[in-house]
Each structure stands twice: as structure tokens, then as C-alpha cells.
């Protein structure tokens, strides 16, 4: 979700040849490719990231249409084409993915981001000391792991943990990279989907990438203490695990190869709504990596903000009003389309999490009355974007799943639904407890000092009324999906002390608390540097990628594993249906229905969520409970029902025995997974 309530947008979609869609033929480097109907699994000649970043010559392009050289006509050609490494959506077979990767980030100078824009696409890679592993091819959290990396890593774990790991790539992104995805479980215990199973996504939002770590934590943790801890022995004994690190590699890519960042995804998109799509990118100026502040000097009553003396390190400005000031502010970079903004248009602008189905309502620019309620950064419909298009599917096909939780940064917050309405009015009580209890125990890891929904909770914690958010995810997944859906948010954005106890931070609060506690990466120095419009400016001020949106690299492990830690006390909070005390009386005399015996049992929910929430009943989208039986044929009507978190049902049921003295009875429930045990008819 990220720290803004949503953005503005307009324009109308353009259309792009990296759109990828079932039941159509695409056309990649001159080869027509078909996608057959119904089939879920194709061949896509895409040459992998990991791949693309071993290739030093030129410029290195992050989409299907792969532009290599310096200009347009140097294209890839056949033979290279042809050699290139394809991939197949779908399960991934096991292989060893080689030695670990010579560089975690493209060795090429440039990347050039897929799609149509009125601006640049073409950015300098920049090697961010926080994305560096303390020592190559060992699992460390306290670096950003990059896209290189991250697939490396999920191979390696599918090719030495077959036996309870695989590797899917459920999809492609906007620009045709694959997303991966891991499912952990013991094989050995039965399969994924006749498990209780959660779901655990990271990087939905491009910048937001301490999710991605959050999200591998858990992985790595589950993975290597398989086998050494009991309690995860028992978690995969049980359960399913499906991890998605990173939702959106495009938008991951970028922020961790270049200085760039947006809010979500990068396809094209017209944010000032001048006609024109991401025409007005950062540039970084003083080449530092960054796109940070700008400050120019203009003399005492010129300007908006001065030098806040209550930061010790001189580092934070404050806002002090038009004509009251001795600075102007400026974000880095250039006014390219000369609308007196900068930067107002960069890469990108849609947001994956306004584009779920449930709720969703039009972008300003697309409600043909001009006073309806709209939703900035919607999409062009509900599902429009690939990447939340993949989530749902898996989601709706795997409905076993009874808990989710989609990460974001910064607030910090355990987030979710509703997003438009007051849970004590529009959610069941059961239910509301329910999540209000999790809202706790979240609270109890991390410390976060934010916990609820979004209507209410978060649109009021620095005042004011409550807000809506249309399209969003938590509340797809409980007013349609049926299930316990957090989408938390990871870190607090540097605000550790407030100072003046007014119940805010500032940024002198931050730069003070860095000063007290020798950090001195939190704050980018102010740097001179001549602007080819304003003349002499400095630039510098909080640090944007690695303090204000995400920790600095020491402190991301942290984080990811107190957020990780909440997430395996959803992972032990599923439902999970067990049986006892099964028994067979042998009936005597003819019976009406032809009976030979009756079979007793108790169904018990051993889980502290509920086979199936309220809203799911209502929904309809999990089926009851029932019971069957195999080696006996039942007569009359299976038993249907469900059971509460910690409740149990007794149940009869007549059978006919058939062949043999042995009957297996078997409770099956959708996302409480299933057990059986035998029964002798005498």
C-alpha cells in the first residue's frame, strides 16, 4: 500500500506489445507464438533477467522487446535469439542453477525500461553497496537481494529441497520477466492443495522492497530449518507455504539497478493528465545514485522553507510558508515538460493494489459524470494488470488457501480490510474478532504501532476522517475470497523518536535521532551542483530508497523477521480438520435404507480460524465440511457442516458394507485441509 492513499491519474490506456494474454497469438523477435486455449503451460522465448545481466556489451533492456546497442536498429538477432534460454509458465523441474552469480547487478551501463513514453526509458545502472551480499552465494539479511540473486536463490532451494520445495513461474510481468513463486511443504505428508495453506507476497509495489525480504526470510527460514526444527517439521507436516518474493520484478528491477522509483508498476501512464505519458521523470543531478531534494537558495523572504535549526546535523528543512522562507524546494531533476513541476511524471503511476476486483471504481479521468467517487492508479479495469492478475488466479484455483498476506512499506502497520466501510457495520462479528485478535498478536512480533483497517484505522492515524480505497486487495480478500487478509506495512520510515511529543515526525526527529546514534546514511549530504534551468543548487536530504521508504541494510533483517514471524502465526492459525474417537456398530435386523452398520466420529478444527469465515459462507466460495467414507457405501446424505476455530462436530454415518472389513472414513474440508482414519465393520 505504501504511505500514499492513492494518486491521481488519467489518460487513456496505450496499448503494448508487451501485453501477454491467454488465447492469442504474440509476436516475440519475429516469431509468432501461440497460446493455445486451455493451455496453462507455454513456451515463451524470454531470455531471464539473470541471464540479461550477465551480458556486459551494450545496453541491457528489461522487457520482450529487446533493444541491444546504442540506438533502435541494433536489434537482437536470430541466432542469438535462438540460443537464448526459454522458460515455461508453470512448475519449474528441479536444476541446479550453477555457481552464484558474478555480479547482483546488471554489468551493462544501462537499463532501458519496457514500454511507449514520452520520456526516458534509458537509465545508468547504478551498484548500490546495500544490494551487495556480505559474502556471495551465503544467505545473509543484511543486504537488499536483488532480482539476480532472488532467482538464483529459488533454484537453488527447489534443486536441494525437492522434497519439499517447488518453483513455479505463475506468470509474466507487464514486461514479460517471469514471476517465480515457491511452494513448501513436506510431499512426503500429502499434496499442496489437500493442505491448510497461506499465501505470502512481497513487492506488489516497485519500491517497497523490504517485503521482498520479509517474504525471502521466511522462505530461507522454513527451508533450512526443515528437518531441525520440530515445530517447522510440524508446520510442513500439516501445511502449504506459497511464496511469491517478488510480485513485480519490473518495478523491483528498476528500483534496485537504477536511481529511479515509482509507486507500483511501470507501465506507461499519464500522471498530470497533460497527454502525455511518464514525460517527466528525476534525473540525478549530482550522479550520487539518488533521486533526492533539491534546495536553491533565494534569499530571506524569496522563498518556502529554511535550514530547521532543531536538527543537530543540519540536514532537514522546514516548511515555513510562500514568502516567509530563504529556499525553494525542488525534487532532483528537471522540469522536462515545462509545467512549473518536476518530476511529476516519471515511470509509471498505476497501482497493483487499486486494481482487485471487488469495489473497484474508475480512474478521475475515466468517470464520464466528473462527480463520482474515483480510485487514482485503478487500471483500466479491474484485473488489467498481469500482476494482479497472476495472484488471482492462483488464488482462486487453490482455495485451500485460508490466509494471505501481501506486504508493503512504511507505515509500519498490520493493515487490512475494509477499505470502504466501518468493520463494526459491514463485517460479521465472528469474524471482526477474529481479525481484531490477529491485529494483536501482529502487534506482539513487530511492534508496530499501527494495527486495523484501512477505512478507519489507517486514514485516521494522523487525523482526520475516515477515507476510502477502491480495488483494494484485503478487501477482495475478505468480502470475495473469504479469507484472513493482511497487507502489512514493513517499517517506519526512520521515525524512531518524536521529540517533541506533538505525535508527528519530522524530518529533523529523524536526522536528530541518526546524529544520537552514529548513523550517517540516513541523510544524503547536501552537494552544490549546477542546474541547467535554475542555475547554482544544493542537493541532498533523507535518504530515499535505504531510510525514508525502506531501513538501511543493517536493520532490514530485523524487520523482515519480526514481519515474517507474524506471518508464521497465520501459517499455525489455519483451520486443520482431524478426526477421533471413530467407531462402527454393526446394525442388526434389515434395516430400511439396507445399512449393515453405523460409523461414529468426531470432526475436530484443531486451527484458531474457522473452516470457513462467515463471509465465506455467505460468498459461498469454500464448500462445507463433510465426511466420506471408502470400502463402504454410504446411504443417505453426506453430513455437511462447519466448524469454528477449536470447535468439533459429531457425526453419524449408515454405510453397506460392501467388500472387506476395513472402511477408511475421511474428513474433507476446502481449507482445512483433510485426515483420515480406519474402522473395522465386524
Known amino acids: 500500500m505504501g504511505s500514499d492513499a492513492a494518486q491521481n491519474s488519467s489518460g487513456q490506456r496505450q496499448a503494448s506489445s508487451h501485453d501477454i494474454a491467454p488465447h492469442r497469438t504474440a509476436t516475440q523477435h519475429g516469431t509468432a507464438i501461440q497460446h493455445p486455449p486451455g493451455k496453462k503451460h507455454f513456451l515463451r522465448r524470454i531470455r531471464p533477467a539473470s541471464v540479461l545481466a550477465s551480458l556486459a556489451a551494450g545496453a541491457l533492456v528489461l522487457g520482450t522487446a529487446q533493444l541491444w546497442g546504442p540506438g533502435a536498429a541494433d536489434r537482437l538477432d536470430d541466432a542469438a535469439m535462438s540460443a537464448a534460454p526459454a522458460y515455461t509458465v ?110 505470502f507476497e512481497g513487492n506488489r509495489h516497485s519500491g517497497e522492497v523490504s517485503s521482498a525480504e520479509s517474504s525471502m526470510w521466511l522462505a530461507h527460514h522454513l527451508i533450512t530449518q526443515a528437518g531441525k526444527d520440530q515445530k517447522v517439521d510440524k508446520l510442513l507436516d500439516d501445511k502449504t507455504v506459497y511464496i511469491r518474493p517478488v510480485n513485480n520484478p519490473d518495478g523491483h528491477d528498476m528500483y534496485l539497478y537504477t536511481a529511479q522509483t515509482n509507486r507500483s508498476t511501470v507501465r506507461p501512464d499519464d500522471n498530470d493528465g497533460d497527454g502525455k505519458r511518464d514525460e517527466d521523470p528525476g534525473e540525478d543531478l549530482n550522479n550520487d545514485g539518488y533521486l533526492s531534494q533539491m534546495r536553491q537558495y533565494v534569499g530571506a523572504g524569496k522563498g518556502t522553507h529554511v535550514v530547521d535549526t532543531r536538527d543537530p546535523a543540519g540536514n532537514a528543512m522546514l516548511s515555513v510558508g510562500a514568502g516567509k522562507g530563504e529556499y525553494l524546494m525542488f525534487s532532483e531533476g528537471i522540469d522536462n515538460d515545462g509545467d512549473g513541476r518536476y518530476n511529476e511524471d516519471g515511470v509509471g503511476g498505476l497501482d497493483l493494489h487499486r486494481n482487485y476486483p471487488y469495489n ?44 494471505v498476506n501481501s506486504m508493503d512499506t512504511r507505515v509500519p502497520m498490520h493493515l487490512r480490510g475494509p477499505s470502504t466501510c466501518d468493520p463494526v457495520e459491514c463485517m460479521y462479528a465472528s469474524d471482526r474478532k477474529l481479525y481484531e485478535h490477529f491485529d494483536k498478536a501482529g502487534a506482539s512480533f513487530t511492534g508496530y504501532r499501527n494495527t486495523g483497517s484501512v477505512y478507519i484505522d489507517y486514514a485516521t ?116 480438520v482431524g478426526l477421533s474417537e471413530v467407531a462402527a456398530k454393526k ?96
Open 90 to 199: 508453470g512448475l519449474q523441474p528441479p536444476q541446479d542453477p550453477g555457481p552464484f552469480p558474478s555480479s547482483v547487478t546488471p554489468t551493462s551501463a544501462t537499463v532501458t525500461i519496457a514500454g511507449q513514453r514520452d520520456g526516458e526509458s534509458t537509465f545508468k545502472v547504478v551498484k548500490y553497496d546495500q544490494v551487495q551480499p556480505k559474502t556471495p552465494g551465503q544467505m545473509d539479511f543484511d543486504h537488499f537481494h536483488t532480482g539476480i540473486e532472488i532467482q538464483w536463490w529459488l533454484r537453488k532451494w527447489a534443486h536441494e529441497r525437492p522434497d519439499i520445495v517447488d518453483l513455479h513461474i505463475v506468470g509474466e510481468s507487464y514486461s514479460g520477466q517471469p514471476i517465480y513463486q515457491l511452494t513448501i511443504t513436506d510431499k512426503s505428508t500429502g499434496k499442496d492443495t489437500d493442505k491448510p495453506a497461506a499465501y
Open 360 to 403: 473497484w471504481h474508475v480512474m478521475p479521468a475515466d468517470d464520464a459524470t466528473g462527480r463520482n467517487l474515483t480510485q487514482g492508479g485503478a487500471g483500466e479495469y479491474p484485473l488489467s494488470e498481469p500482476e494482479t492478475r497472476h495472484v488471482y488466479t492462483w488464488l482462486m484455483s487453490h482455495t485451500n488457501i485460508g490466509a
Open 461 to 576: 492515524r494522523n487525523g482526520g476522517q475516515p477515507t476510502p480505497l477502491f480495488g483494494h486487495g484485503p478487501d477482495f480478500g475478505y468480502f470475495q475470497y473469504g479469507a484472513v487478509w493482511y497487507g502489512d506495512e514493513i517499517w517506519n520510515g526512520g521515525d524512531y523518536v518524536d521529540y517533541d511529543n506533538d505525535g508527528r515526525y519530522a524530518d529533523w526527529e529523524r536526522s536528530r535521532w541518526c546524529a544520537e546514534n552514529g548513523r550517517t546514511n540516513c541523510f544524503l549530504p547536501w552537494t552544490k551542483v549546477q542546474h541547467p534551468k535554475l542555475g547554482t543548487v544544493e542537493i541532498g536530504g533523507v535518504n530515499p530508497k535505504f531510510w525514508s521508504q525502506n531501513p538501511s541494510a543493517d536493520l532490514i533483517g530485523t524487520w523482515a523477521a519480526n514481519q515474517a514471524r507474524f506471518n508464521l502465526y497465520l501459517l499455525d492459525s489455519l483451520p486443520q
Open 587 to 682: 446394525l442388526t435386523g434389515t434395516q430400511s435404507d439396507g445399512a449393515t452398520h453405523e460409523i461414529t466420529a468426531t470432526v475436530n478444527n484443531s486451527g484458531r480460524i474457522p473452516t470457513a469465515l462467515e463471509q465465506a459462507k455467505e460468498i459461498k466460495i469454500v464448500a462445507p465440511d463433510t465426511v466420506k467414507v471408502d470400502g463402504a457405501r454410504a446411504v443417505g446424505a453426506a453430513p455437511q457442516f462447519y466448524l469454528d476455530g477449536g470447535g468439533k462436530q459429531k457425526i453419524r454415518l449408515r454405510v453397506i458394507k460392501t467388500s472387506g472389513d476395513t472402511a477408511t472414513v475421511k474428513a474433507v474440508s476446502v481449507r482445512g485441509g483433510l485426515d483420515t482414519a480406519s474402522v473395522r465393520l465386524n
